[in-house]
Structures are given as structure tokens and as C-alpha cells.
């Protein structure tokens, strides 16, 4: 199976809850179209790769040459080269990297964690900032077991934990939703992923007639940091954000179709659009 589109078409958390709800296992290439929004830290890689083994993120990297783990534990000095390349002779290939190192006890647990951390959460919050994209899906491409680390999480705990950690907003900060739009909620039931204290208050201040400034005075806290806490969930896909049009005649918020928004909060134009993908573009 290979899907394939455009940021412009389908939203990077709406490809990323489809490929953790239908446990899909593959490759996720996404190619940034606009230079501007590389990765600052990656600035001559405009491409990176995503490995999901049954919906779950297990890998992460911006080359196909399987040498990304091996440079991040050069990086952090964990390994000298020399002794790294010697390690990796006796490497079998047949298990995760990661599992391997710590098998021979040459890293330990609290090691690999935070390469899985460095891998996969650094750049997750980067790749919401590009402006201008193209993702491509294939669930042929072989796991890059030299990649992982034998960690795994779901998407959604991933873009959360890295949308909390994000420390510079500039990129992202024209798709916050406006201080004068409400938000209305995708989901009946409580929210599967854990929520801090001050997002489960702007959480359950989400009534669809409730704008964010109005939540902000509320709970007494900056709007933009509202504006931040919606962001995220918009980005699960539990919540909506409807833009208040003023009129002459009416200062209602627009009307929100149920219908239009499934439950899992995947569109339905998403989900048509994926139907349209496998039937033109499947394979194998």
C-alpha cells in the first residue's frame, strides 16, 4: 500500500492518526516544498522519514543510509568511533540496534531513551511548521532495524510531548487559531492522552460558544498560551476551531456540521481523499 499528498490537502495530524488508527507499518517520507521551513537545525534536509510499525513510531531520520543512530550516539559521546565501529562488526542486523547495545550492555536504559528521544520528539514540532509539503506513505519499505533503538510511541503522545517542549513558536504562530474563534469539540468522551492541569482546564471551558480570549480571562492566564494549548489539541484532533465572522445581522459563531467531522476526528474529506489514494495508488 502506498498513499501519497499534500499538507495542503491533508493535515500532518491527520496523516499521522490515520496511520496510528489503521496500525499501519511502513515508511512516512515528508518533503518540505518550501526552503523557508527546513528544519533550523537540519537546514540542508528538507526531507525526513518516519518508520511506524503497526501505528506506533519507532524510528525517525533525514537519510536513507541507515548511519542516524550511529551519529547520535557519536554526538552525545557515548561511544568513541572507533570502539562504535567495532561494536558495529559484531552488530548481527537481525534486531533492533538499540536492543543489541543494551543486550551487551554497552549502553543502558536511561541511554537509549534519550536517543529515541533525540531521534523521534526533537524534530516532530519542526515538521508542523512547514508551510508547504508532500507525504508519501509506502508500507513496503523494510523497518530499519539499524535505526532503532527498540523504543516505539504513538504519534499522538509524540506531537503532544513535542508541541509542549517547543520553545520558539515563531514558525507555527500563523496557524494558532485566532483569539476570537471558538472551538468545539470532536470527541464525546475524555481525551485518551494525558493532559497537564492547565490544558484539562482550557479542555473542559470547550463548549463551541466559548472564544479563546474569553477561556483566557477565565482562567486568568495569556492567550496565547490558549492559542497554544488549542493548537495542540487541534492537532489530535479533538477539537475544531470555528472562526467568528462578524455580519450586520447576526454576531453568532458560524454553524458547525456534525456531520462533516467524523468522531476519531478525521474530516471526511480526508477520509474520501484516502479512499481516492488506494484505490488510484495502491500496490502489493
Excluded at 10 to 18: D, H, K, P, W
Excluded at 131 to 142: L, N, V
Excluded at 183 to 197: A, F, R, T, Y
Excluded at 237 to 262: F, H, L, R, Y
Amino acid at each position: 500500500m502506498k498513499i501519497s499528498g499534500y499538507f495542503s490537502e491533508f493535515s500532518l495530524g491527520e496523516v499521522f492518526r490515520f496511520l496510528e488508527q489503521g496500525q499501519k507499518t511502513g515508511c512516512l517520507s515528508l518533503k518540505s516544498m518550501d526552503e523557508s521551513h527546513a528544519l533550523p537545525f537540519l537546514p540542508a534536509a528538507p526531507e525526513h522519514y518516519l518508520f511506524f510499525r503497526y501505528g506506533q513510531i519507532v524510528a525517525a531520520t533525514t537519510t536513507l543510509n541507515h548511519q542516524g543512530l550511529r551519529q547520535l550516539i557519536e554526538q552525545r559521546g557515548y561511544l568513541h568511533p572507533l570502539t562504535l565501529q567495532r561494536v558495529m562488526n559484531r552488530y548481527p542486523g537481525n534486531m533492533p540496534l538499540g536492543v543489541f547495545l543494551k543486550s551487551q550492555a554497552i549502553l543502558d536504559s536511561q541511554q537509549i531513551q534519550l536517543l529515541f528521544k533525540q531521534q523521534v520528539l526533537t524534530p516532530i514540532p519542526h515538521l508542523f511548521a512547514w508551510k508547504e509539503g508532500y507525504f508519501h506513505f509506502d508500507a513496503q519499505h523494510p523497518l530499519p532495524l539499524a535505526e532503532m533503538t527498540g523504543l516505539s510511541a504513538s504519534p499522538q503522545v509524540i506531537t503532544l510531548a513535542g508541541l509542549r517542549l517547543l520553545r520558539d513558536w515563531t514558525p507555527l504562530m500563523d496557524k494558532l487559531p485566532l483569539a476570537d474563534s471558538t472551538i468545539v469539540s470532536l470527541v464525546n468522551e475524555p481525551p485518551s492522552v494525558q493532559l497537564g492541569k492547565i490544558e484539562w482546564q482550557v479542555w473542559e471551558h470547550i463548549d463551541g460558544t466559548t472564544t479563546i480570549q474569553q477561556i483566557a480571562q477565565r482562567l486568568n492566564i495569556a492567550v496565547l498560551e490558549v492559542q497554544k494549548i488549542c493548537f495542540r489539541l487541534m492537532v489530535m484532533g479533538m477539537v475544531e476551531e470555528v472562526v467568528n465572522i462578524s455580519s450586520p445581522s447576526t454576531s453568532e459563531p458560524a454553524p458547525v456540521n456534525e456531520m462533516d467531522t467524523d468522531r476519531t476526528g478525521l474530516s471526511s474529506s480526508f477520509l474520501n481523499g484516502i479512499v481516492a489514494f488506494l484505490k488510484a495508488k495502491t500496490s502489493g
